[in-house]
């Protein structure tokens, strides 16, 4: 299927914007909001908000498990397709009956979100950003953003500081290192290689890479080792997404503070809040959802377990929910 087939091709409404239907769903914008329709129901959200969710869930071709943009709509990924839903994972809405879900095929919804955020951010926005580092997403439609909505994670071609790995670790490379992390030594690690081992040995400062990242709540890939994936990423404000996990996941802390609110994944009842300090580990269970807040940009190394089998191990209750049990 190609992109344009799929995509709607509505005129612009009364605020510039078009509005997109996927399904039985319809999406609609105007100065402030975004209006979503289906069948059993309706629903309402800050653009904003709303914006930088569909930027993540796009950049991440829909990530582990589910993304909720909110308490009411996301994403749940079956790595193929993917279902499109309203309050399948609010039990409000499921006893009432209001919940919906649509399965799509990846390629159609994908093409379908990213049109969206090809006319629905405006130039001055940056999805990507934190708030400080970004104009508004509100008001009528004036102009786009294809270099921030077309931005896709970075991922090291190899470990990053071997040769040809592309990394971001100049101030050539476009990436000044960022206001908040301006303390951040910056000196690379001295590694003398024996002869014929250029290729394959070397060390970088982690620190100093990751100071130079201008994004926030994207993970980047720095090594990739069969299914282990070392994600590091720069966090400031709220991550845009409520992540439901379908495999544990850990999070090491490198710096400053983030605050975990962790619920049930299906529900939604509060389960914990975790307060990470710089040098704290934690896993989240596979059944859980959880949005974090960092009050000062900070470090996060995410690692995940990149398996196809875990989801369906996890469902079928042949791996556990948790890596330990005390
Ligand atoms: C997560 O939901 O696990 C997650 C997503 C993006 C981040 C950090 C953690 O930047
Ligand atoms: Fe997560």
């Given at each position: 299927m190609t992109e344009a087939s799929v995509v709607s091709s509505e005129p612009p409404n009364q605020h510039g914007y078009r509005p997109f239907t996927l399904g039985g769903f319809r999406f609609e914008r105007d100065e402030h909001f975004v209006h979503v329709q289906w069948p059993t129901g309706r629903h309402v959200a800050a653009a904003e908000p709303f914006l930088k969710a569909l930027m993540r869930d796009v950049a991440w071709n829909f990530f582990y498990g589910t993304v909720n943009f909110d308490s009411v709509i996301g994403t749940l990924n079956h790595y193929g397709d993917v279902?499109?839903?309203?309050?399948?994972?609010?039990?409000?809405?499921?006893?009432?009956?209001?919940?919906?879900?649509?399965?799509?095929?990846?390629?159609?919804?994908?093409?379908?979100?990213?049109?969206?955020?090809d006319d629905w951010v405006n130039e001055d926005f940056d999805p990507f950003a934190a708030p400080m580092e970004t104009g508004s997403a509100y008001g009528e439609k004036s102009g786009s953003n294809a270099p921030a909505v077309t931005r896709t994670r970075v991922t090291a071609k190899r470990m990053v500081g071997l040769p040809n790995d592309e990394p971001l670790r100049s101030d050539e490379?476009?990436?000044?290192?960022?206001?908040?992390?301006?303390?951040?030594?910056?000196?690379?690690?001295?590694?003398?290689?024996?002869?014929?081992?250029?290729?394959?040995?070397s060390a970088f400062n982690f620190f100093a890479y990751l100071s130079r990242s201008d994004v926030t709540w994207n993970p980047s890939v720095v090594s990739v080792c069969?299914?282990?994936?070392?994600?590091?990423?720069?966090?400031?404000?709220?991550?845009?997404?409520?992540?439901?996990?379908?495999?544990?996941?850990?999070?090491?802390?490198?710096?400053?503070e983030i605050i975990w609110e962790v619920e049930d994944r299906e529900t939604g009842k509060p389960r914990a809040k975790v307060v990470m300090k710089a040098g704290d580990c934690a896993a989240m269970p596979a059944d859980i959802r959880h949005q974090g807040y960092s009050p000062k940009?900070?470090?996060?190394?995410?690692?995940?377990?990149?398996?196809?089998?875990?989801?369906?191990?996890?469902?079928?209750?042949?791996?556990?929910?948790?890596?330990?049990?005390?």
């Open positions: 279902d499109l839903f309203a309050g399948r994972f609010n039990e409000e809405y499921r006893k009432a009956e209001l919940d919906h879900s649509e399965n799509f095929p990846h390629d159609e919804i994908k093409a379908t979100f990213q049109a969206m955020l490379s476009g990436y000044p290192v960022n206001r908040a992390f301006a303390d951040v030594d910056q000196t690379e690690p001295k590694v003398e290689v024996n002869e014929g081992y250029e290729n394959d040995v069969r299914e282990s994936l070392l994600c590091p990423t720069t966090e400031e404000f709220i991550l845009p997404i409520i992540h439901g996990n379908d495999r544990v996941e850990w999070f090491v802390q490198l710096s400053d940009r900070s470090m996060l190394l995410v690692w995940e377990n990149n398996s196809a089998d875990l989801p369906g191990q996890i469902a079928r209750g042949e791996a556990p929910t948790v890596p330990v049990t005390f």
